[in-house]
């Protein structure tokens, strides 16, 4: 299947894969269907970027990850956020939401 | 927080790496399971949701590699297998590999030798507690005292010491001392060692413990003690008592005064001189007791002492200074010398103390080699860049022979970045073994370089370990050399274009000068360098050569020194006159002695007396007196060094006290001084401090002579009968010409001084040794020159025949068609030494220029030559460019010995 879905911008999957997280644990493609659903189809995440992006967040402290028996009892690595991760999800949403608006306020005036 | 789970998840995935590996390949399969799962819900049959799955996720493989580059360890992997790689590399070309290896380690190690020797006099800090807030107090103004300078650290006079101790605020605790030499021998020949007079305070002040007994104190050091107590040094108890615990209070003859021993001091601890180690420390206040009446202690003009304080908290050399300052004035007015003329006391109460920056200690050592020990450090420098660029001429070699290799590689995907740092591996695999090897080298030539500067009579010691300075710099310059011999071939191997270099046959006609360039660039600087080295080691050479064979104006061989020292036997002034007197008809009795006089400063031994001379019988003092030097000597003295006598006579035994004050002068103090060509017949008087003596009957005039150093220009000298003197010494020195054997001689001394009397003190060495020795760091720094230099040449060399070697072998074809065309030998011949004559003047060009660039940093070490001197730059300039052409020659002849046939077929 092709990627027809829109490009995301830089540095924002990390933010989505954290507010996924924000519920419960999840797998990796727990993950990358609940972004899909959320987004309705609009972000469709490869797995060559989603995994990289795990290593990563788990390196900088933000993830932590345990080894779970899934529903088809094959053995499957659950993700969830630490303390740290909560922390830098309540900060990156609200500089998020601060860039947003001020985008927003740009393009009305633009117009 | 987040660095710490980074690196230690890191260290777990180097050291569980096949566990990591496992826990991806079961992430991803989940992964994939799940997929495909929802792709079979969605109606797809197994096979196509397996495909669709691995389709959406663009390889595996490619994923796995995505999640490996996003964590560190990954990079370190990578090096891991670069560096086994090289390595495997290097062991396919054991000679390349063991010539680079060779020459990064001579050129490290001899780096790495030098700037330890310097580390050690220069940087290091004292094995003291706190050795910052140490400081010197010592007077600011350099030069203008008068009187006896007694000490390699003559700062301070006793009186000076006693004020400055009683007044400073600045430091909590201050002591004096002074190095010396004692005989440890109670009678007979003499046996020296380096000895301290050392203040009360000294041991405390800088915070040592005692390895055994007790150090000395205050209480040791009280005003007109008698001989007591004396610390020795850890090496002197392991050397002279075995280490043997019994050693406190033993007794110790120091110059026949006995004296016992109360404490050890910890092994690391050398004293406060860097470059020497003492053995024998006693307290100040026996100086008197020791040196009878050559003690210093009572003359205001004897100076002897240095002093040290530690800063009290708070206080900085400027505070300290500025107070030390402030009661200068009071402290130079109440030590005035009695003796001193006018214009001495003027310039004395001019005088201001400071404190100076002492944490490295005190060195005469630092202050003479400092500066030939940074040229060394630029010329092995200049080395280690030569042999860099050979090495980078190699692997440029080696770069055009992977040419394919590389250009394959990247035809199949391998990145330019990847690549290099794969080639910059196999350089600093070479540069840390070089490393390695050279640190190794190192340690032994430093200390051989110490040990080639020590005498017997001036044993040095370098505490000589390495820290993290000589660590750091070793690691530097094998980081810096492999950039510089690996950057430039890394960059230029991998630049080539896959698609060219595929295409392209091995058999190229003529070569391109495209690849060409850099390596002619590195040969004409390795060129240019060398000549500059080779410059350097000639004018030291030459320097050397003309320092030895300088007119001393006196004979050097066969000459042996006897010092007999009677001052046990308590003679008077007139006792002492006829002993020695004596002592020289014995010696002069001797069979097979020659000729033999008596001499109160041995000419070049670095003993100097100078003196005021008023011309004339009683004309009045002018403002500024003319200075000369002046020795003191016995009828013979000039026989027996053979120094023409131009005009009167020499003296004679009727030259005695009582009888006519008479004098003879060189041929300076007439011409400069006395303004006549012979002043056979005319007057002086002498002037030392306000003290006038004379008038001197001038009675014979002698040749120029050396007198205190080989470098001097002639200096004034005033010769005057020893038996005259109003003073006579408890010692005599006899310079004793004689062709016996040298051990036969000296027994036959032996016997004929016991025979006067026996027990007594006596030393000898041999006049052309002594002044042998004062040449010593002249002959080093020309031996490592040269060394240095010869090493840069034959680098040099092997590049530039290396670089011919390559040209030869890609314009085989091409010579291989002139010859079939009809070219002999001799113009294939021409044709390759032009290349080489090419290289070779633009290098030697370059070179000179240099080389009258970066000598004149040497001008100051140069006797007899000036920097920029032509022959010695026409010389190495022709030495170079011999070698370098017979070393082209051997490709040129081998390439005119080629068969044109195999040369067009060959592949």
Known sequence: MIDTSATL?????????????????????GISQRIQQLS???????????????RRLERAGVLECEWRTSENNRRAKYYSLTKMGRQKLRSETKEWERQVAAIARILQTAS | MGLWTNLSAGVRGLFRKRQAEQELDDELGDFLEKSTAEKMRAGMSREEAHRAARLEMGGVEAVKEGVRSASWETHFETLWSDLRFGARLLRFNPVFAGAAILSLALGIGANTAIFQLLDAVRLRTLPVKNPQEIARVAIEQRGGRSGDFTSRYSDLTYALWVEIHAQQQGFSNIFAWSPTQFNIAPRGEVHNVQGMWVSGEFFQTLGVEPALGRFLNSADDTEGCSPGGAVISYSFWQREFGGDRSAI??????????????????????????????????PVCTEPAIMGEDSQMKSRSGWWLASMGRLKPGWTLERATAQL???????????????????????????????????????????????????????????LLIASANLANLMLARASAREKEMGLRMAVGAGRGRLIRQLLAESLLLATIGAILGSLLAHNLSLLLVASLSTQNNPLFVELGADWRVFGFTAALAVLTCILFGLAPALRATSVNPGVVLKESSRGTTDGHRRFGLRRILVVSQIALSLTLLVGALLFARSLAKLSSVETGFRQTGILVTDVDFSSLKLSNEGR???????????????????????????????????????????????????????????????????????????????????????IVNETMARKILKTGNPVGTNFRVRRLSKISGPFEIVGLVKDTKYGDLREEPLPIAYLPIQQSPRPEQDSQILIHSNLPLSELTSAVKEAVNSAHSGLDLS???????????????????????????????LAVIGLYGVISYMVARRRNEIGIRMSLGADRRSIIRLVLRECVLLLSIGLACGVALALVASRAASSLLFGLKPHDPATLAMATLILAAIALAASYVPASRASKVDPVVALRNE
């Open chain 1, 9 to 29: 911008v830089q540095g924002t999957l990390d933010m989505l894969i954290l507010k996924t997280l924000a519920l419960e644990p999840l797998h990796g493609w």
């Open chain 1, 40 to 54: 309705r189809g609009v972000f469709e995440v490869n797995p060559g970027s989603l995994f990289p992006a795990f």
């Open chain 2, 249 to 282: 209070g033993r007794a110790l003859t120091l110059n026949r005064r006995p004296f016992e021993i109360v404490g050890v001091a910890p092994a690391d601890f050398y004293g406060v001189e860097v470059g020497r180690k003492f053995d024998v420390a006693v």
């Open chain 2, 764 to 794: 000898f060495f041999g006049f052309h040794t002594m002044i042998e020795e004062r040449l010593l760091g002249e002959r080093l720094m020309a031996k490592l020159s040269g060394f240095f230099g010869a090493l840069a040449v034959v």
């Open chain 2, 325 to 383: 300052q402030a009661i200068s004035p009071a402290i130079f007015e109440a030590t005035l010398p009695a003796d001193y003329n006018p214009e001495n006391s003027k310039r004395f109460l001019t005088f201001r103390l400071g404190a100076f920056s002492a944490d490295s200690g005190v060195s005469d050592l630092r202050k003479d080699n400092e500066q030939p020990l940074l040229l060394l450090l630029t010329l092995s420098g200049l080395v």
């Open chain 2, 577 to 663: 006159a006829s002993f020695g007197h004596d002592l020289l008809s014995r010696m002069r009795a001797i069979p097979g002695v020659e000729s033999a006089a008596t001499v109160a400063t041995v000419p070049l031994s670095g003993d100097e007396e100078f003196h005021d001379i008023l011309p004339g019988i009683s004309e009045p003092l002018e403002d500024q007196n003319p200075v000369s030097a002046f020795n003191h000597i016995s009828p013979g003295f000039f026989q027996t060094l053979q120094t023409p006598l131009l005009a009167g006579r020499d003296f004679n035994d009727h030259d005695v006290a009582g009888s006519p004050l008479v004098a």
